[in-house]
C-alpha cells in the first residue's frame, strides 16, 4: 500500500484538551509535500471547543411555559418614540445641505441612531424597524412603496 493509504486512520491527539486546534495535515505529510516541490503557504486547521461525549452533569435546562398571548401587555409609547425621533433628526439634519454622498451616509446614521435609542427602552413584544429617507427639497412629489 501506498503511504498514503496507511494514514487513512484519524488525525486525533490521545488526549483531547478543552480548546485547541487540530492540523490537518502531520508534519511528516508537511515534509513530504515540501521534498515533492508542491509547498502551500498555509494549512488548514480544525478547531474543537469540547471533549464528544462528554458534557457536565450539574447542567439543568429551566423549561418555559407557553404564555398563549397575542399582543403585548403595553402598548407602543408613541410619544416617547415621537420625541426621540424629533431629537435624533432636529440634531443630524439642523443645518445640513442636501449631498447625495452624503445623505447615504447619514440615512444609515440616523436608522442606527434611532433604532438604538427606541430599543433602550426595552418594549416588549415589539419588532423595531426603521426607515430612514433624505431627499432633495424641490417642487416634485415622491411615493415609496414597499
Not at 469540547?50 to 403595553?74: A, C, F, I, W
Not at 424629533?86 to 439634519?93: A, E, G, I, R, T
Request: charged fraction near 30%; aromatic fraction near 4%.
Amino acid at each position: 500500500m501506498s503511504e498514503a493509504g496507511k494514514e487513512k486512520g484519524p488525525r486525533r491527539p490521545s488526549i483531547m484538551k478543552k480548546r485547541g486546534s487540530v492540523s490537518s495535515l502531520g508534519s511528516h505529510e508537511v515534509r513530504s509535500k515540501e521534498t515533492t516541490g508542491k509547498t502551500k503557504d498555509s494549512i488548514s486547521t480544525v478547531s474543537y471547543m469540547d471533549e464528544p461525549g462528554h458534557h457536565e452533569e450539574n447542567t439543568r435546562l429551566v423549561q418555559m411555559e407557553n404564555t398563549y398571548r397575542m399582543g403585548p401587555s403595553k402598548r407602543f409609547p408613541t410619544l416617547v418614540v415621537t420625541d426621540i425621533l424629533k431629537d435624533v433628526l432636529s440634531s443630524y439634519l439642523q443645518e445640513e445641505k442636501y449631498d447625495a454622498e452624503l445623505c447615504r451616509q447619514m440615512t444609515k446614521t440616523i436608522a442606527e441612531v434611532v433604532k438604538a435609542r427606541v430599543k433602550e427602552l426595552l418594549i416588549p413584544r415589539y419588532k423595531v424597524v426603521v426607515l430612514v429617507s433624505i431627499g432633495q427639497l424641490g417642487d416634485q412629489s415622491m411615493y415609496m412603496g414597499s
